[in-house]
């Protein structure tokens, strides 16, 4: 069974740094490509940040470019979220989620971990 | 990149049909068959319903189908039910190489 869990959320002030943290497990974690997702309480969904499997290929959404990092380490089945320079408008649920390549479908998704930038 | 455009809200009785639109451009929609749509309930995570415009995820019932024309796909629920009462959101994939998420749409069960 796939599974993503992520962590790392909480409160945190304008202008501070936060780090999320994925863990996977039920699939083969180095084969695949991932991506965070946000949604802002009440908002949709917001495709954030995308890996490939081996690192080599990453993008970013224009509205947390030059502020988050994503990477990965496929030896601890993990993927990480570097956030700095926190706004307010990164207030939201981050989910980290499964990338079919192929199919260029995201499809599965971890329970999410709230992120709160508030003074 | 915009998000995609669906109507903010829809509803039917039970056991009637209804369909969501999901309206994005050439650099999105319109350019390749890799629009996906999910189900998020409140309070959960989204799960994936339909791939690839039209395939259903194993274990996603056939009420469920997809389809597209030009710059717009469609999500159709056939003999809604209760449970098919939630938020749901279209997905694709853009020229950019990246993913565009709609605004999504509450669907309500009468």
């Known amino acids: 069974e796939v599974q993503l869990v992520e962590s790392g959320g909480g409160l945190v002030q304008p202008g501070g740094s936060l780090r999320l943290s994925c863990a996977a497990s039920g699939f083969t974690f180095s084969s695949y490509s991932m991506n965070w997702v946000r949604q802002a309480p009440g908002k949709g969904l917001e495709w954030v940040s995308y890996?490939?499997?081996?690192?080599?290929?990453?993008y970013y959404a224009d509205s947390v470019k030059g502020r988050f990092t994503i990477s990965r380490d496929n030896a601890k089945n993990s993927l990480y979220l570097q956030m700095n320079s926190l706004r307010d408008e990164d207030t939201a649920v981050y989910y980290c989620a499964r990338d079919v390549v192929v199919t260029a479908t995201i499809d599965y998704w971890g329970q999410g971990t709230l992120v709160t930038v508030s003074s | 990149q915009s998000a995609l455009t669906q109507p903010p809200s829809v509803s039917g009785s039970p056991g009637q049909s209804v369909t969501i639109s999901c309206t994005g451009t050439s650099g999105d929609v319109g350019s390749y068959n890799r629009v996906s749509w999910y189900q998020q309930p409140p309070g959960t995570a989204p799960k994936l319903m339909i791939y690839?415009?039209?395939n259903r995820p194993s274990g996603v019932p056939d009420r469920f189908s997809g389809s597209k024309s030009g710059n717009t796909a469609s999500l159709t629920i056939s003999g809604l039910q209760a449970e098919d009462e939630a938020d749901y959101y279209c997905?694709?994939?853009?020229?950019?190489?990246?993913?565009?998420f709609g605004t999504g749409t509450k669907v309500t069960v009468l």
């Open positions: 690839e415009v039209s």
């Open positions: 890996i490939s499997s081996s690192s080599n290929t990453i």
């Open positions: 997905s694709s994939y853009t020229t950019s190489s990246t993913h565009v």
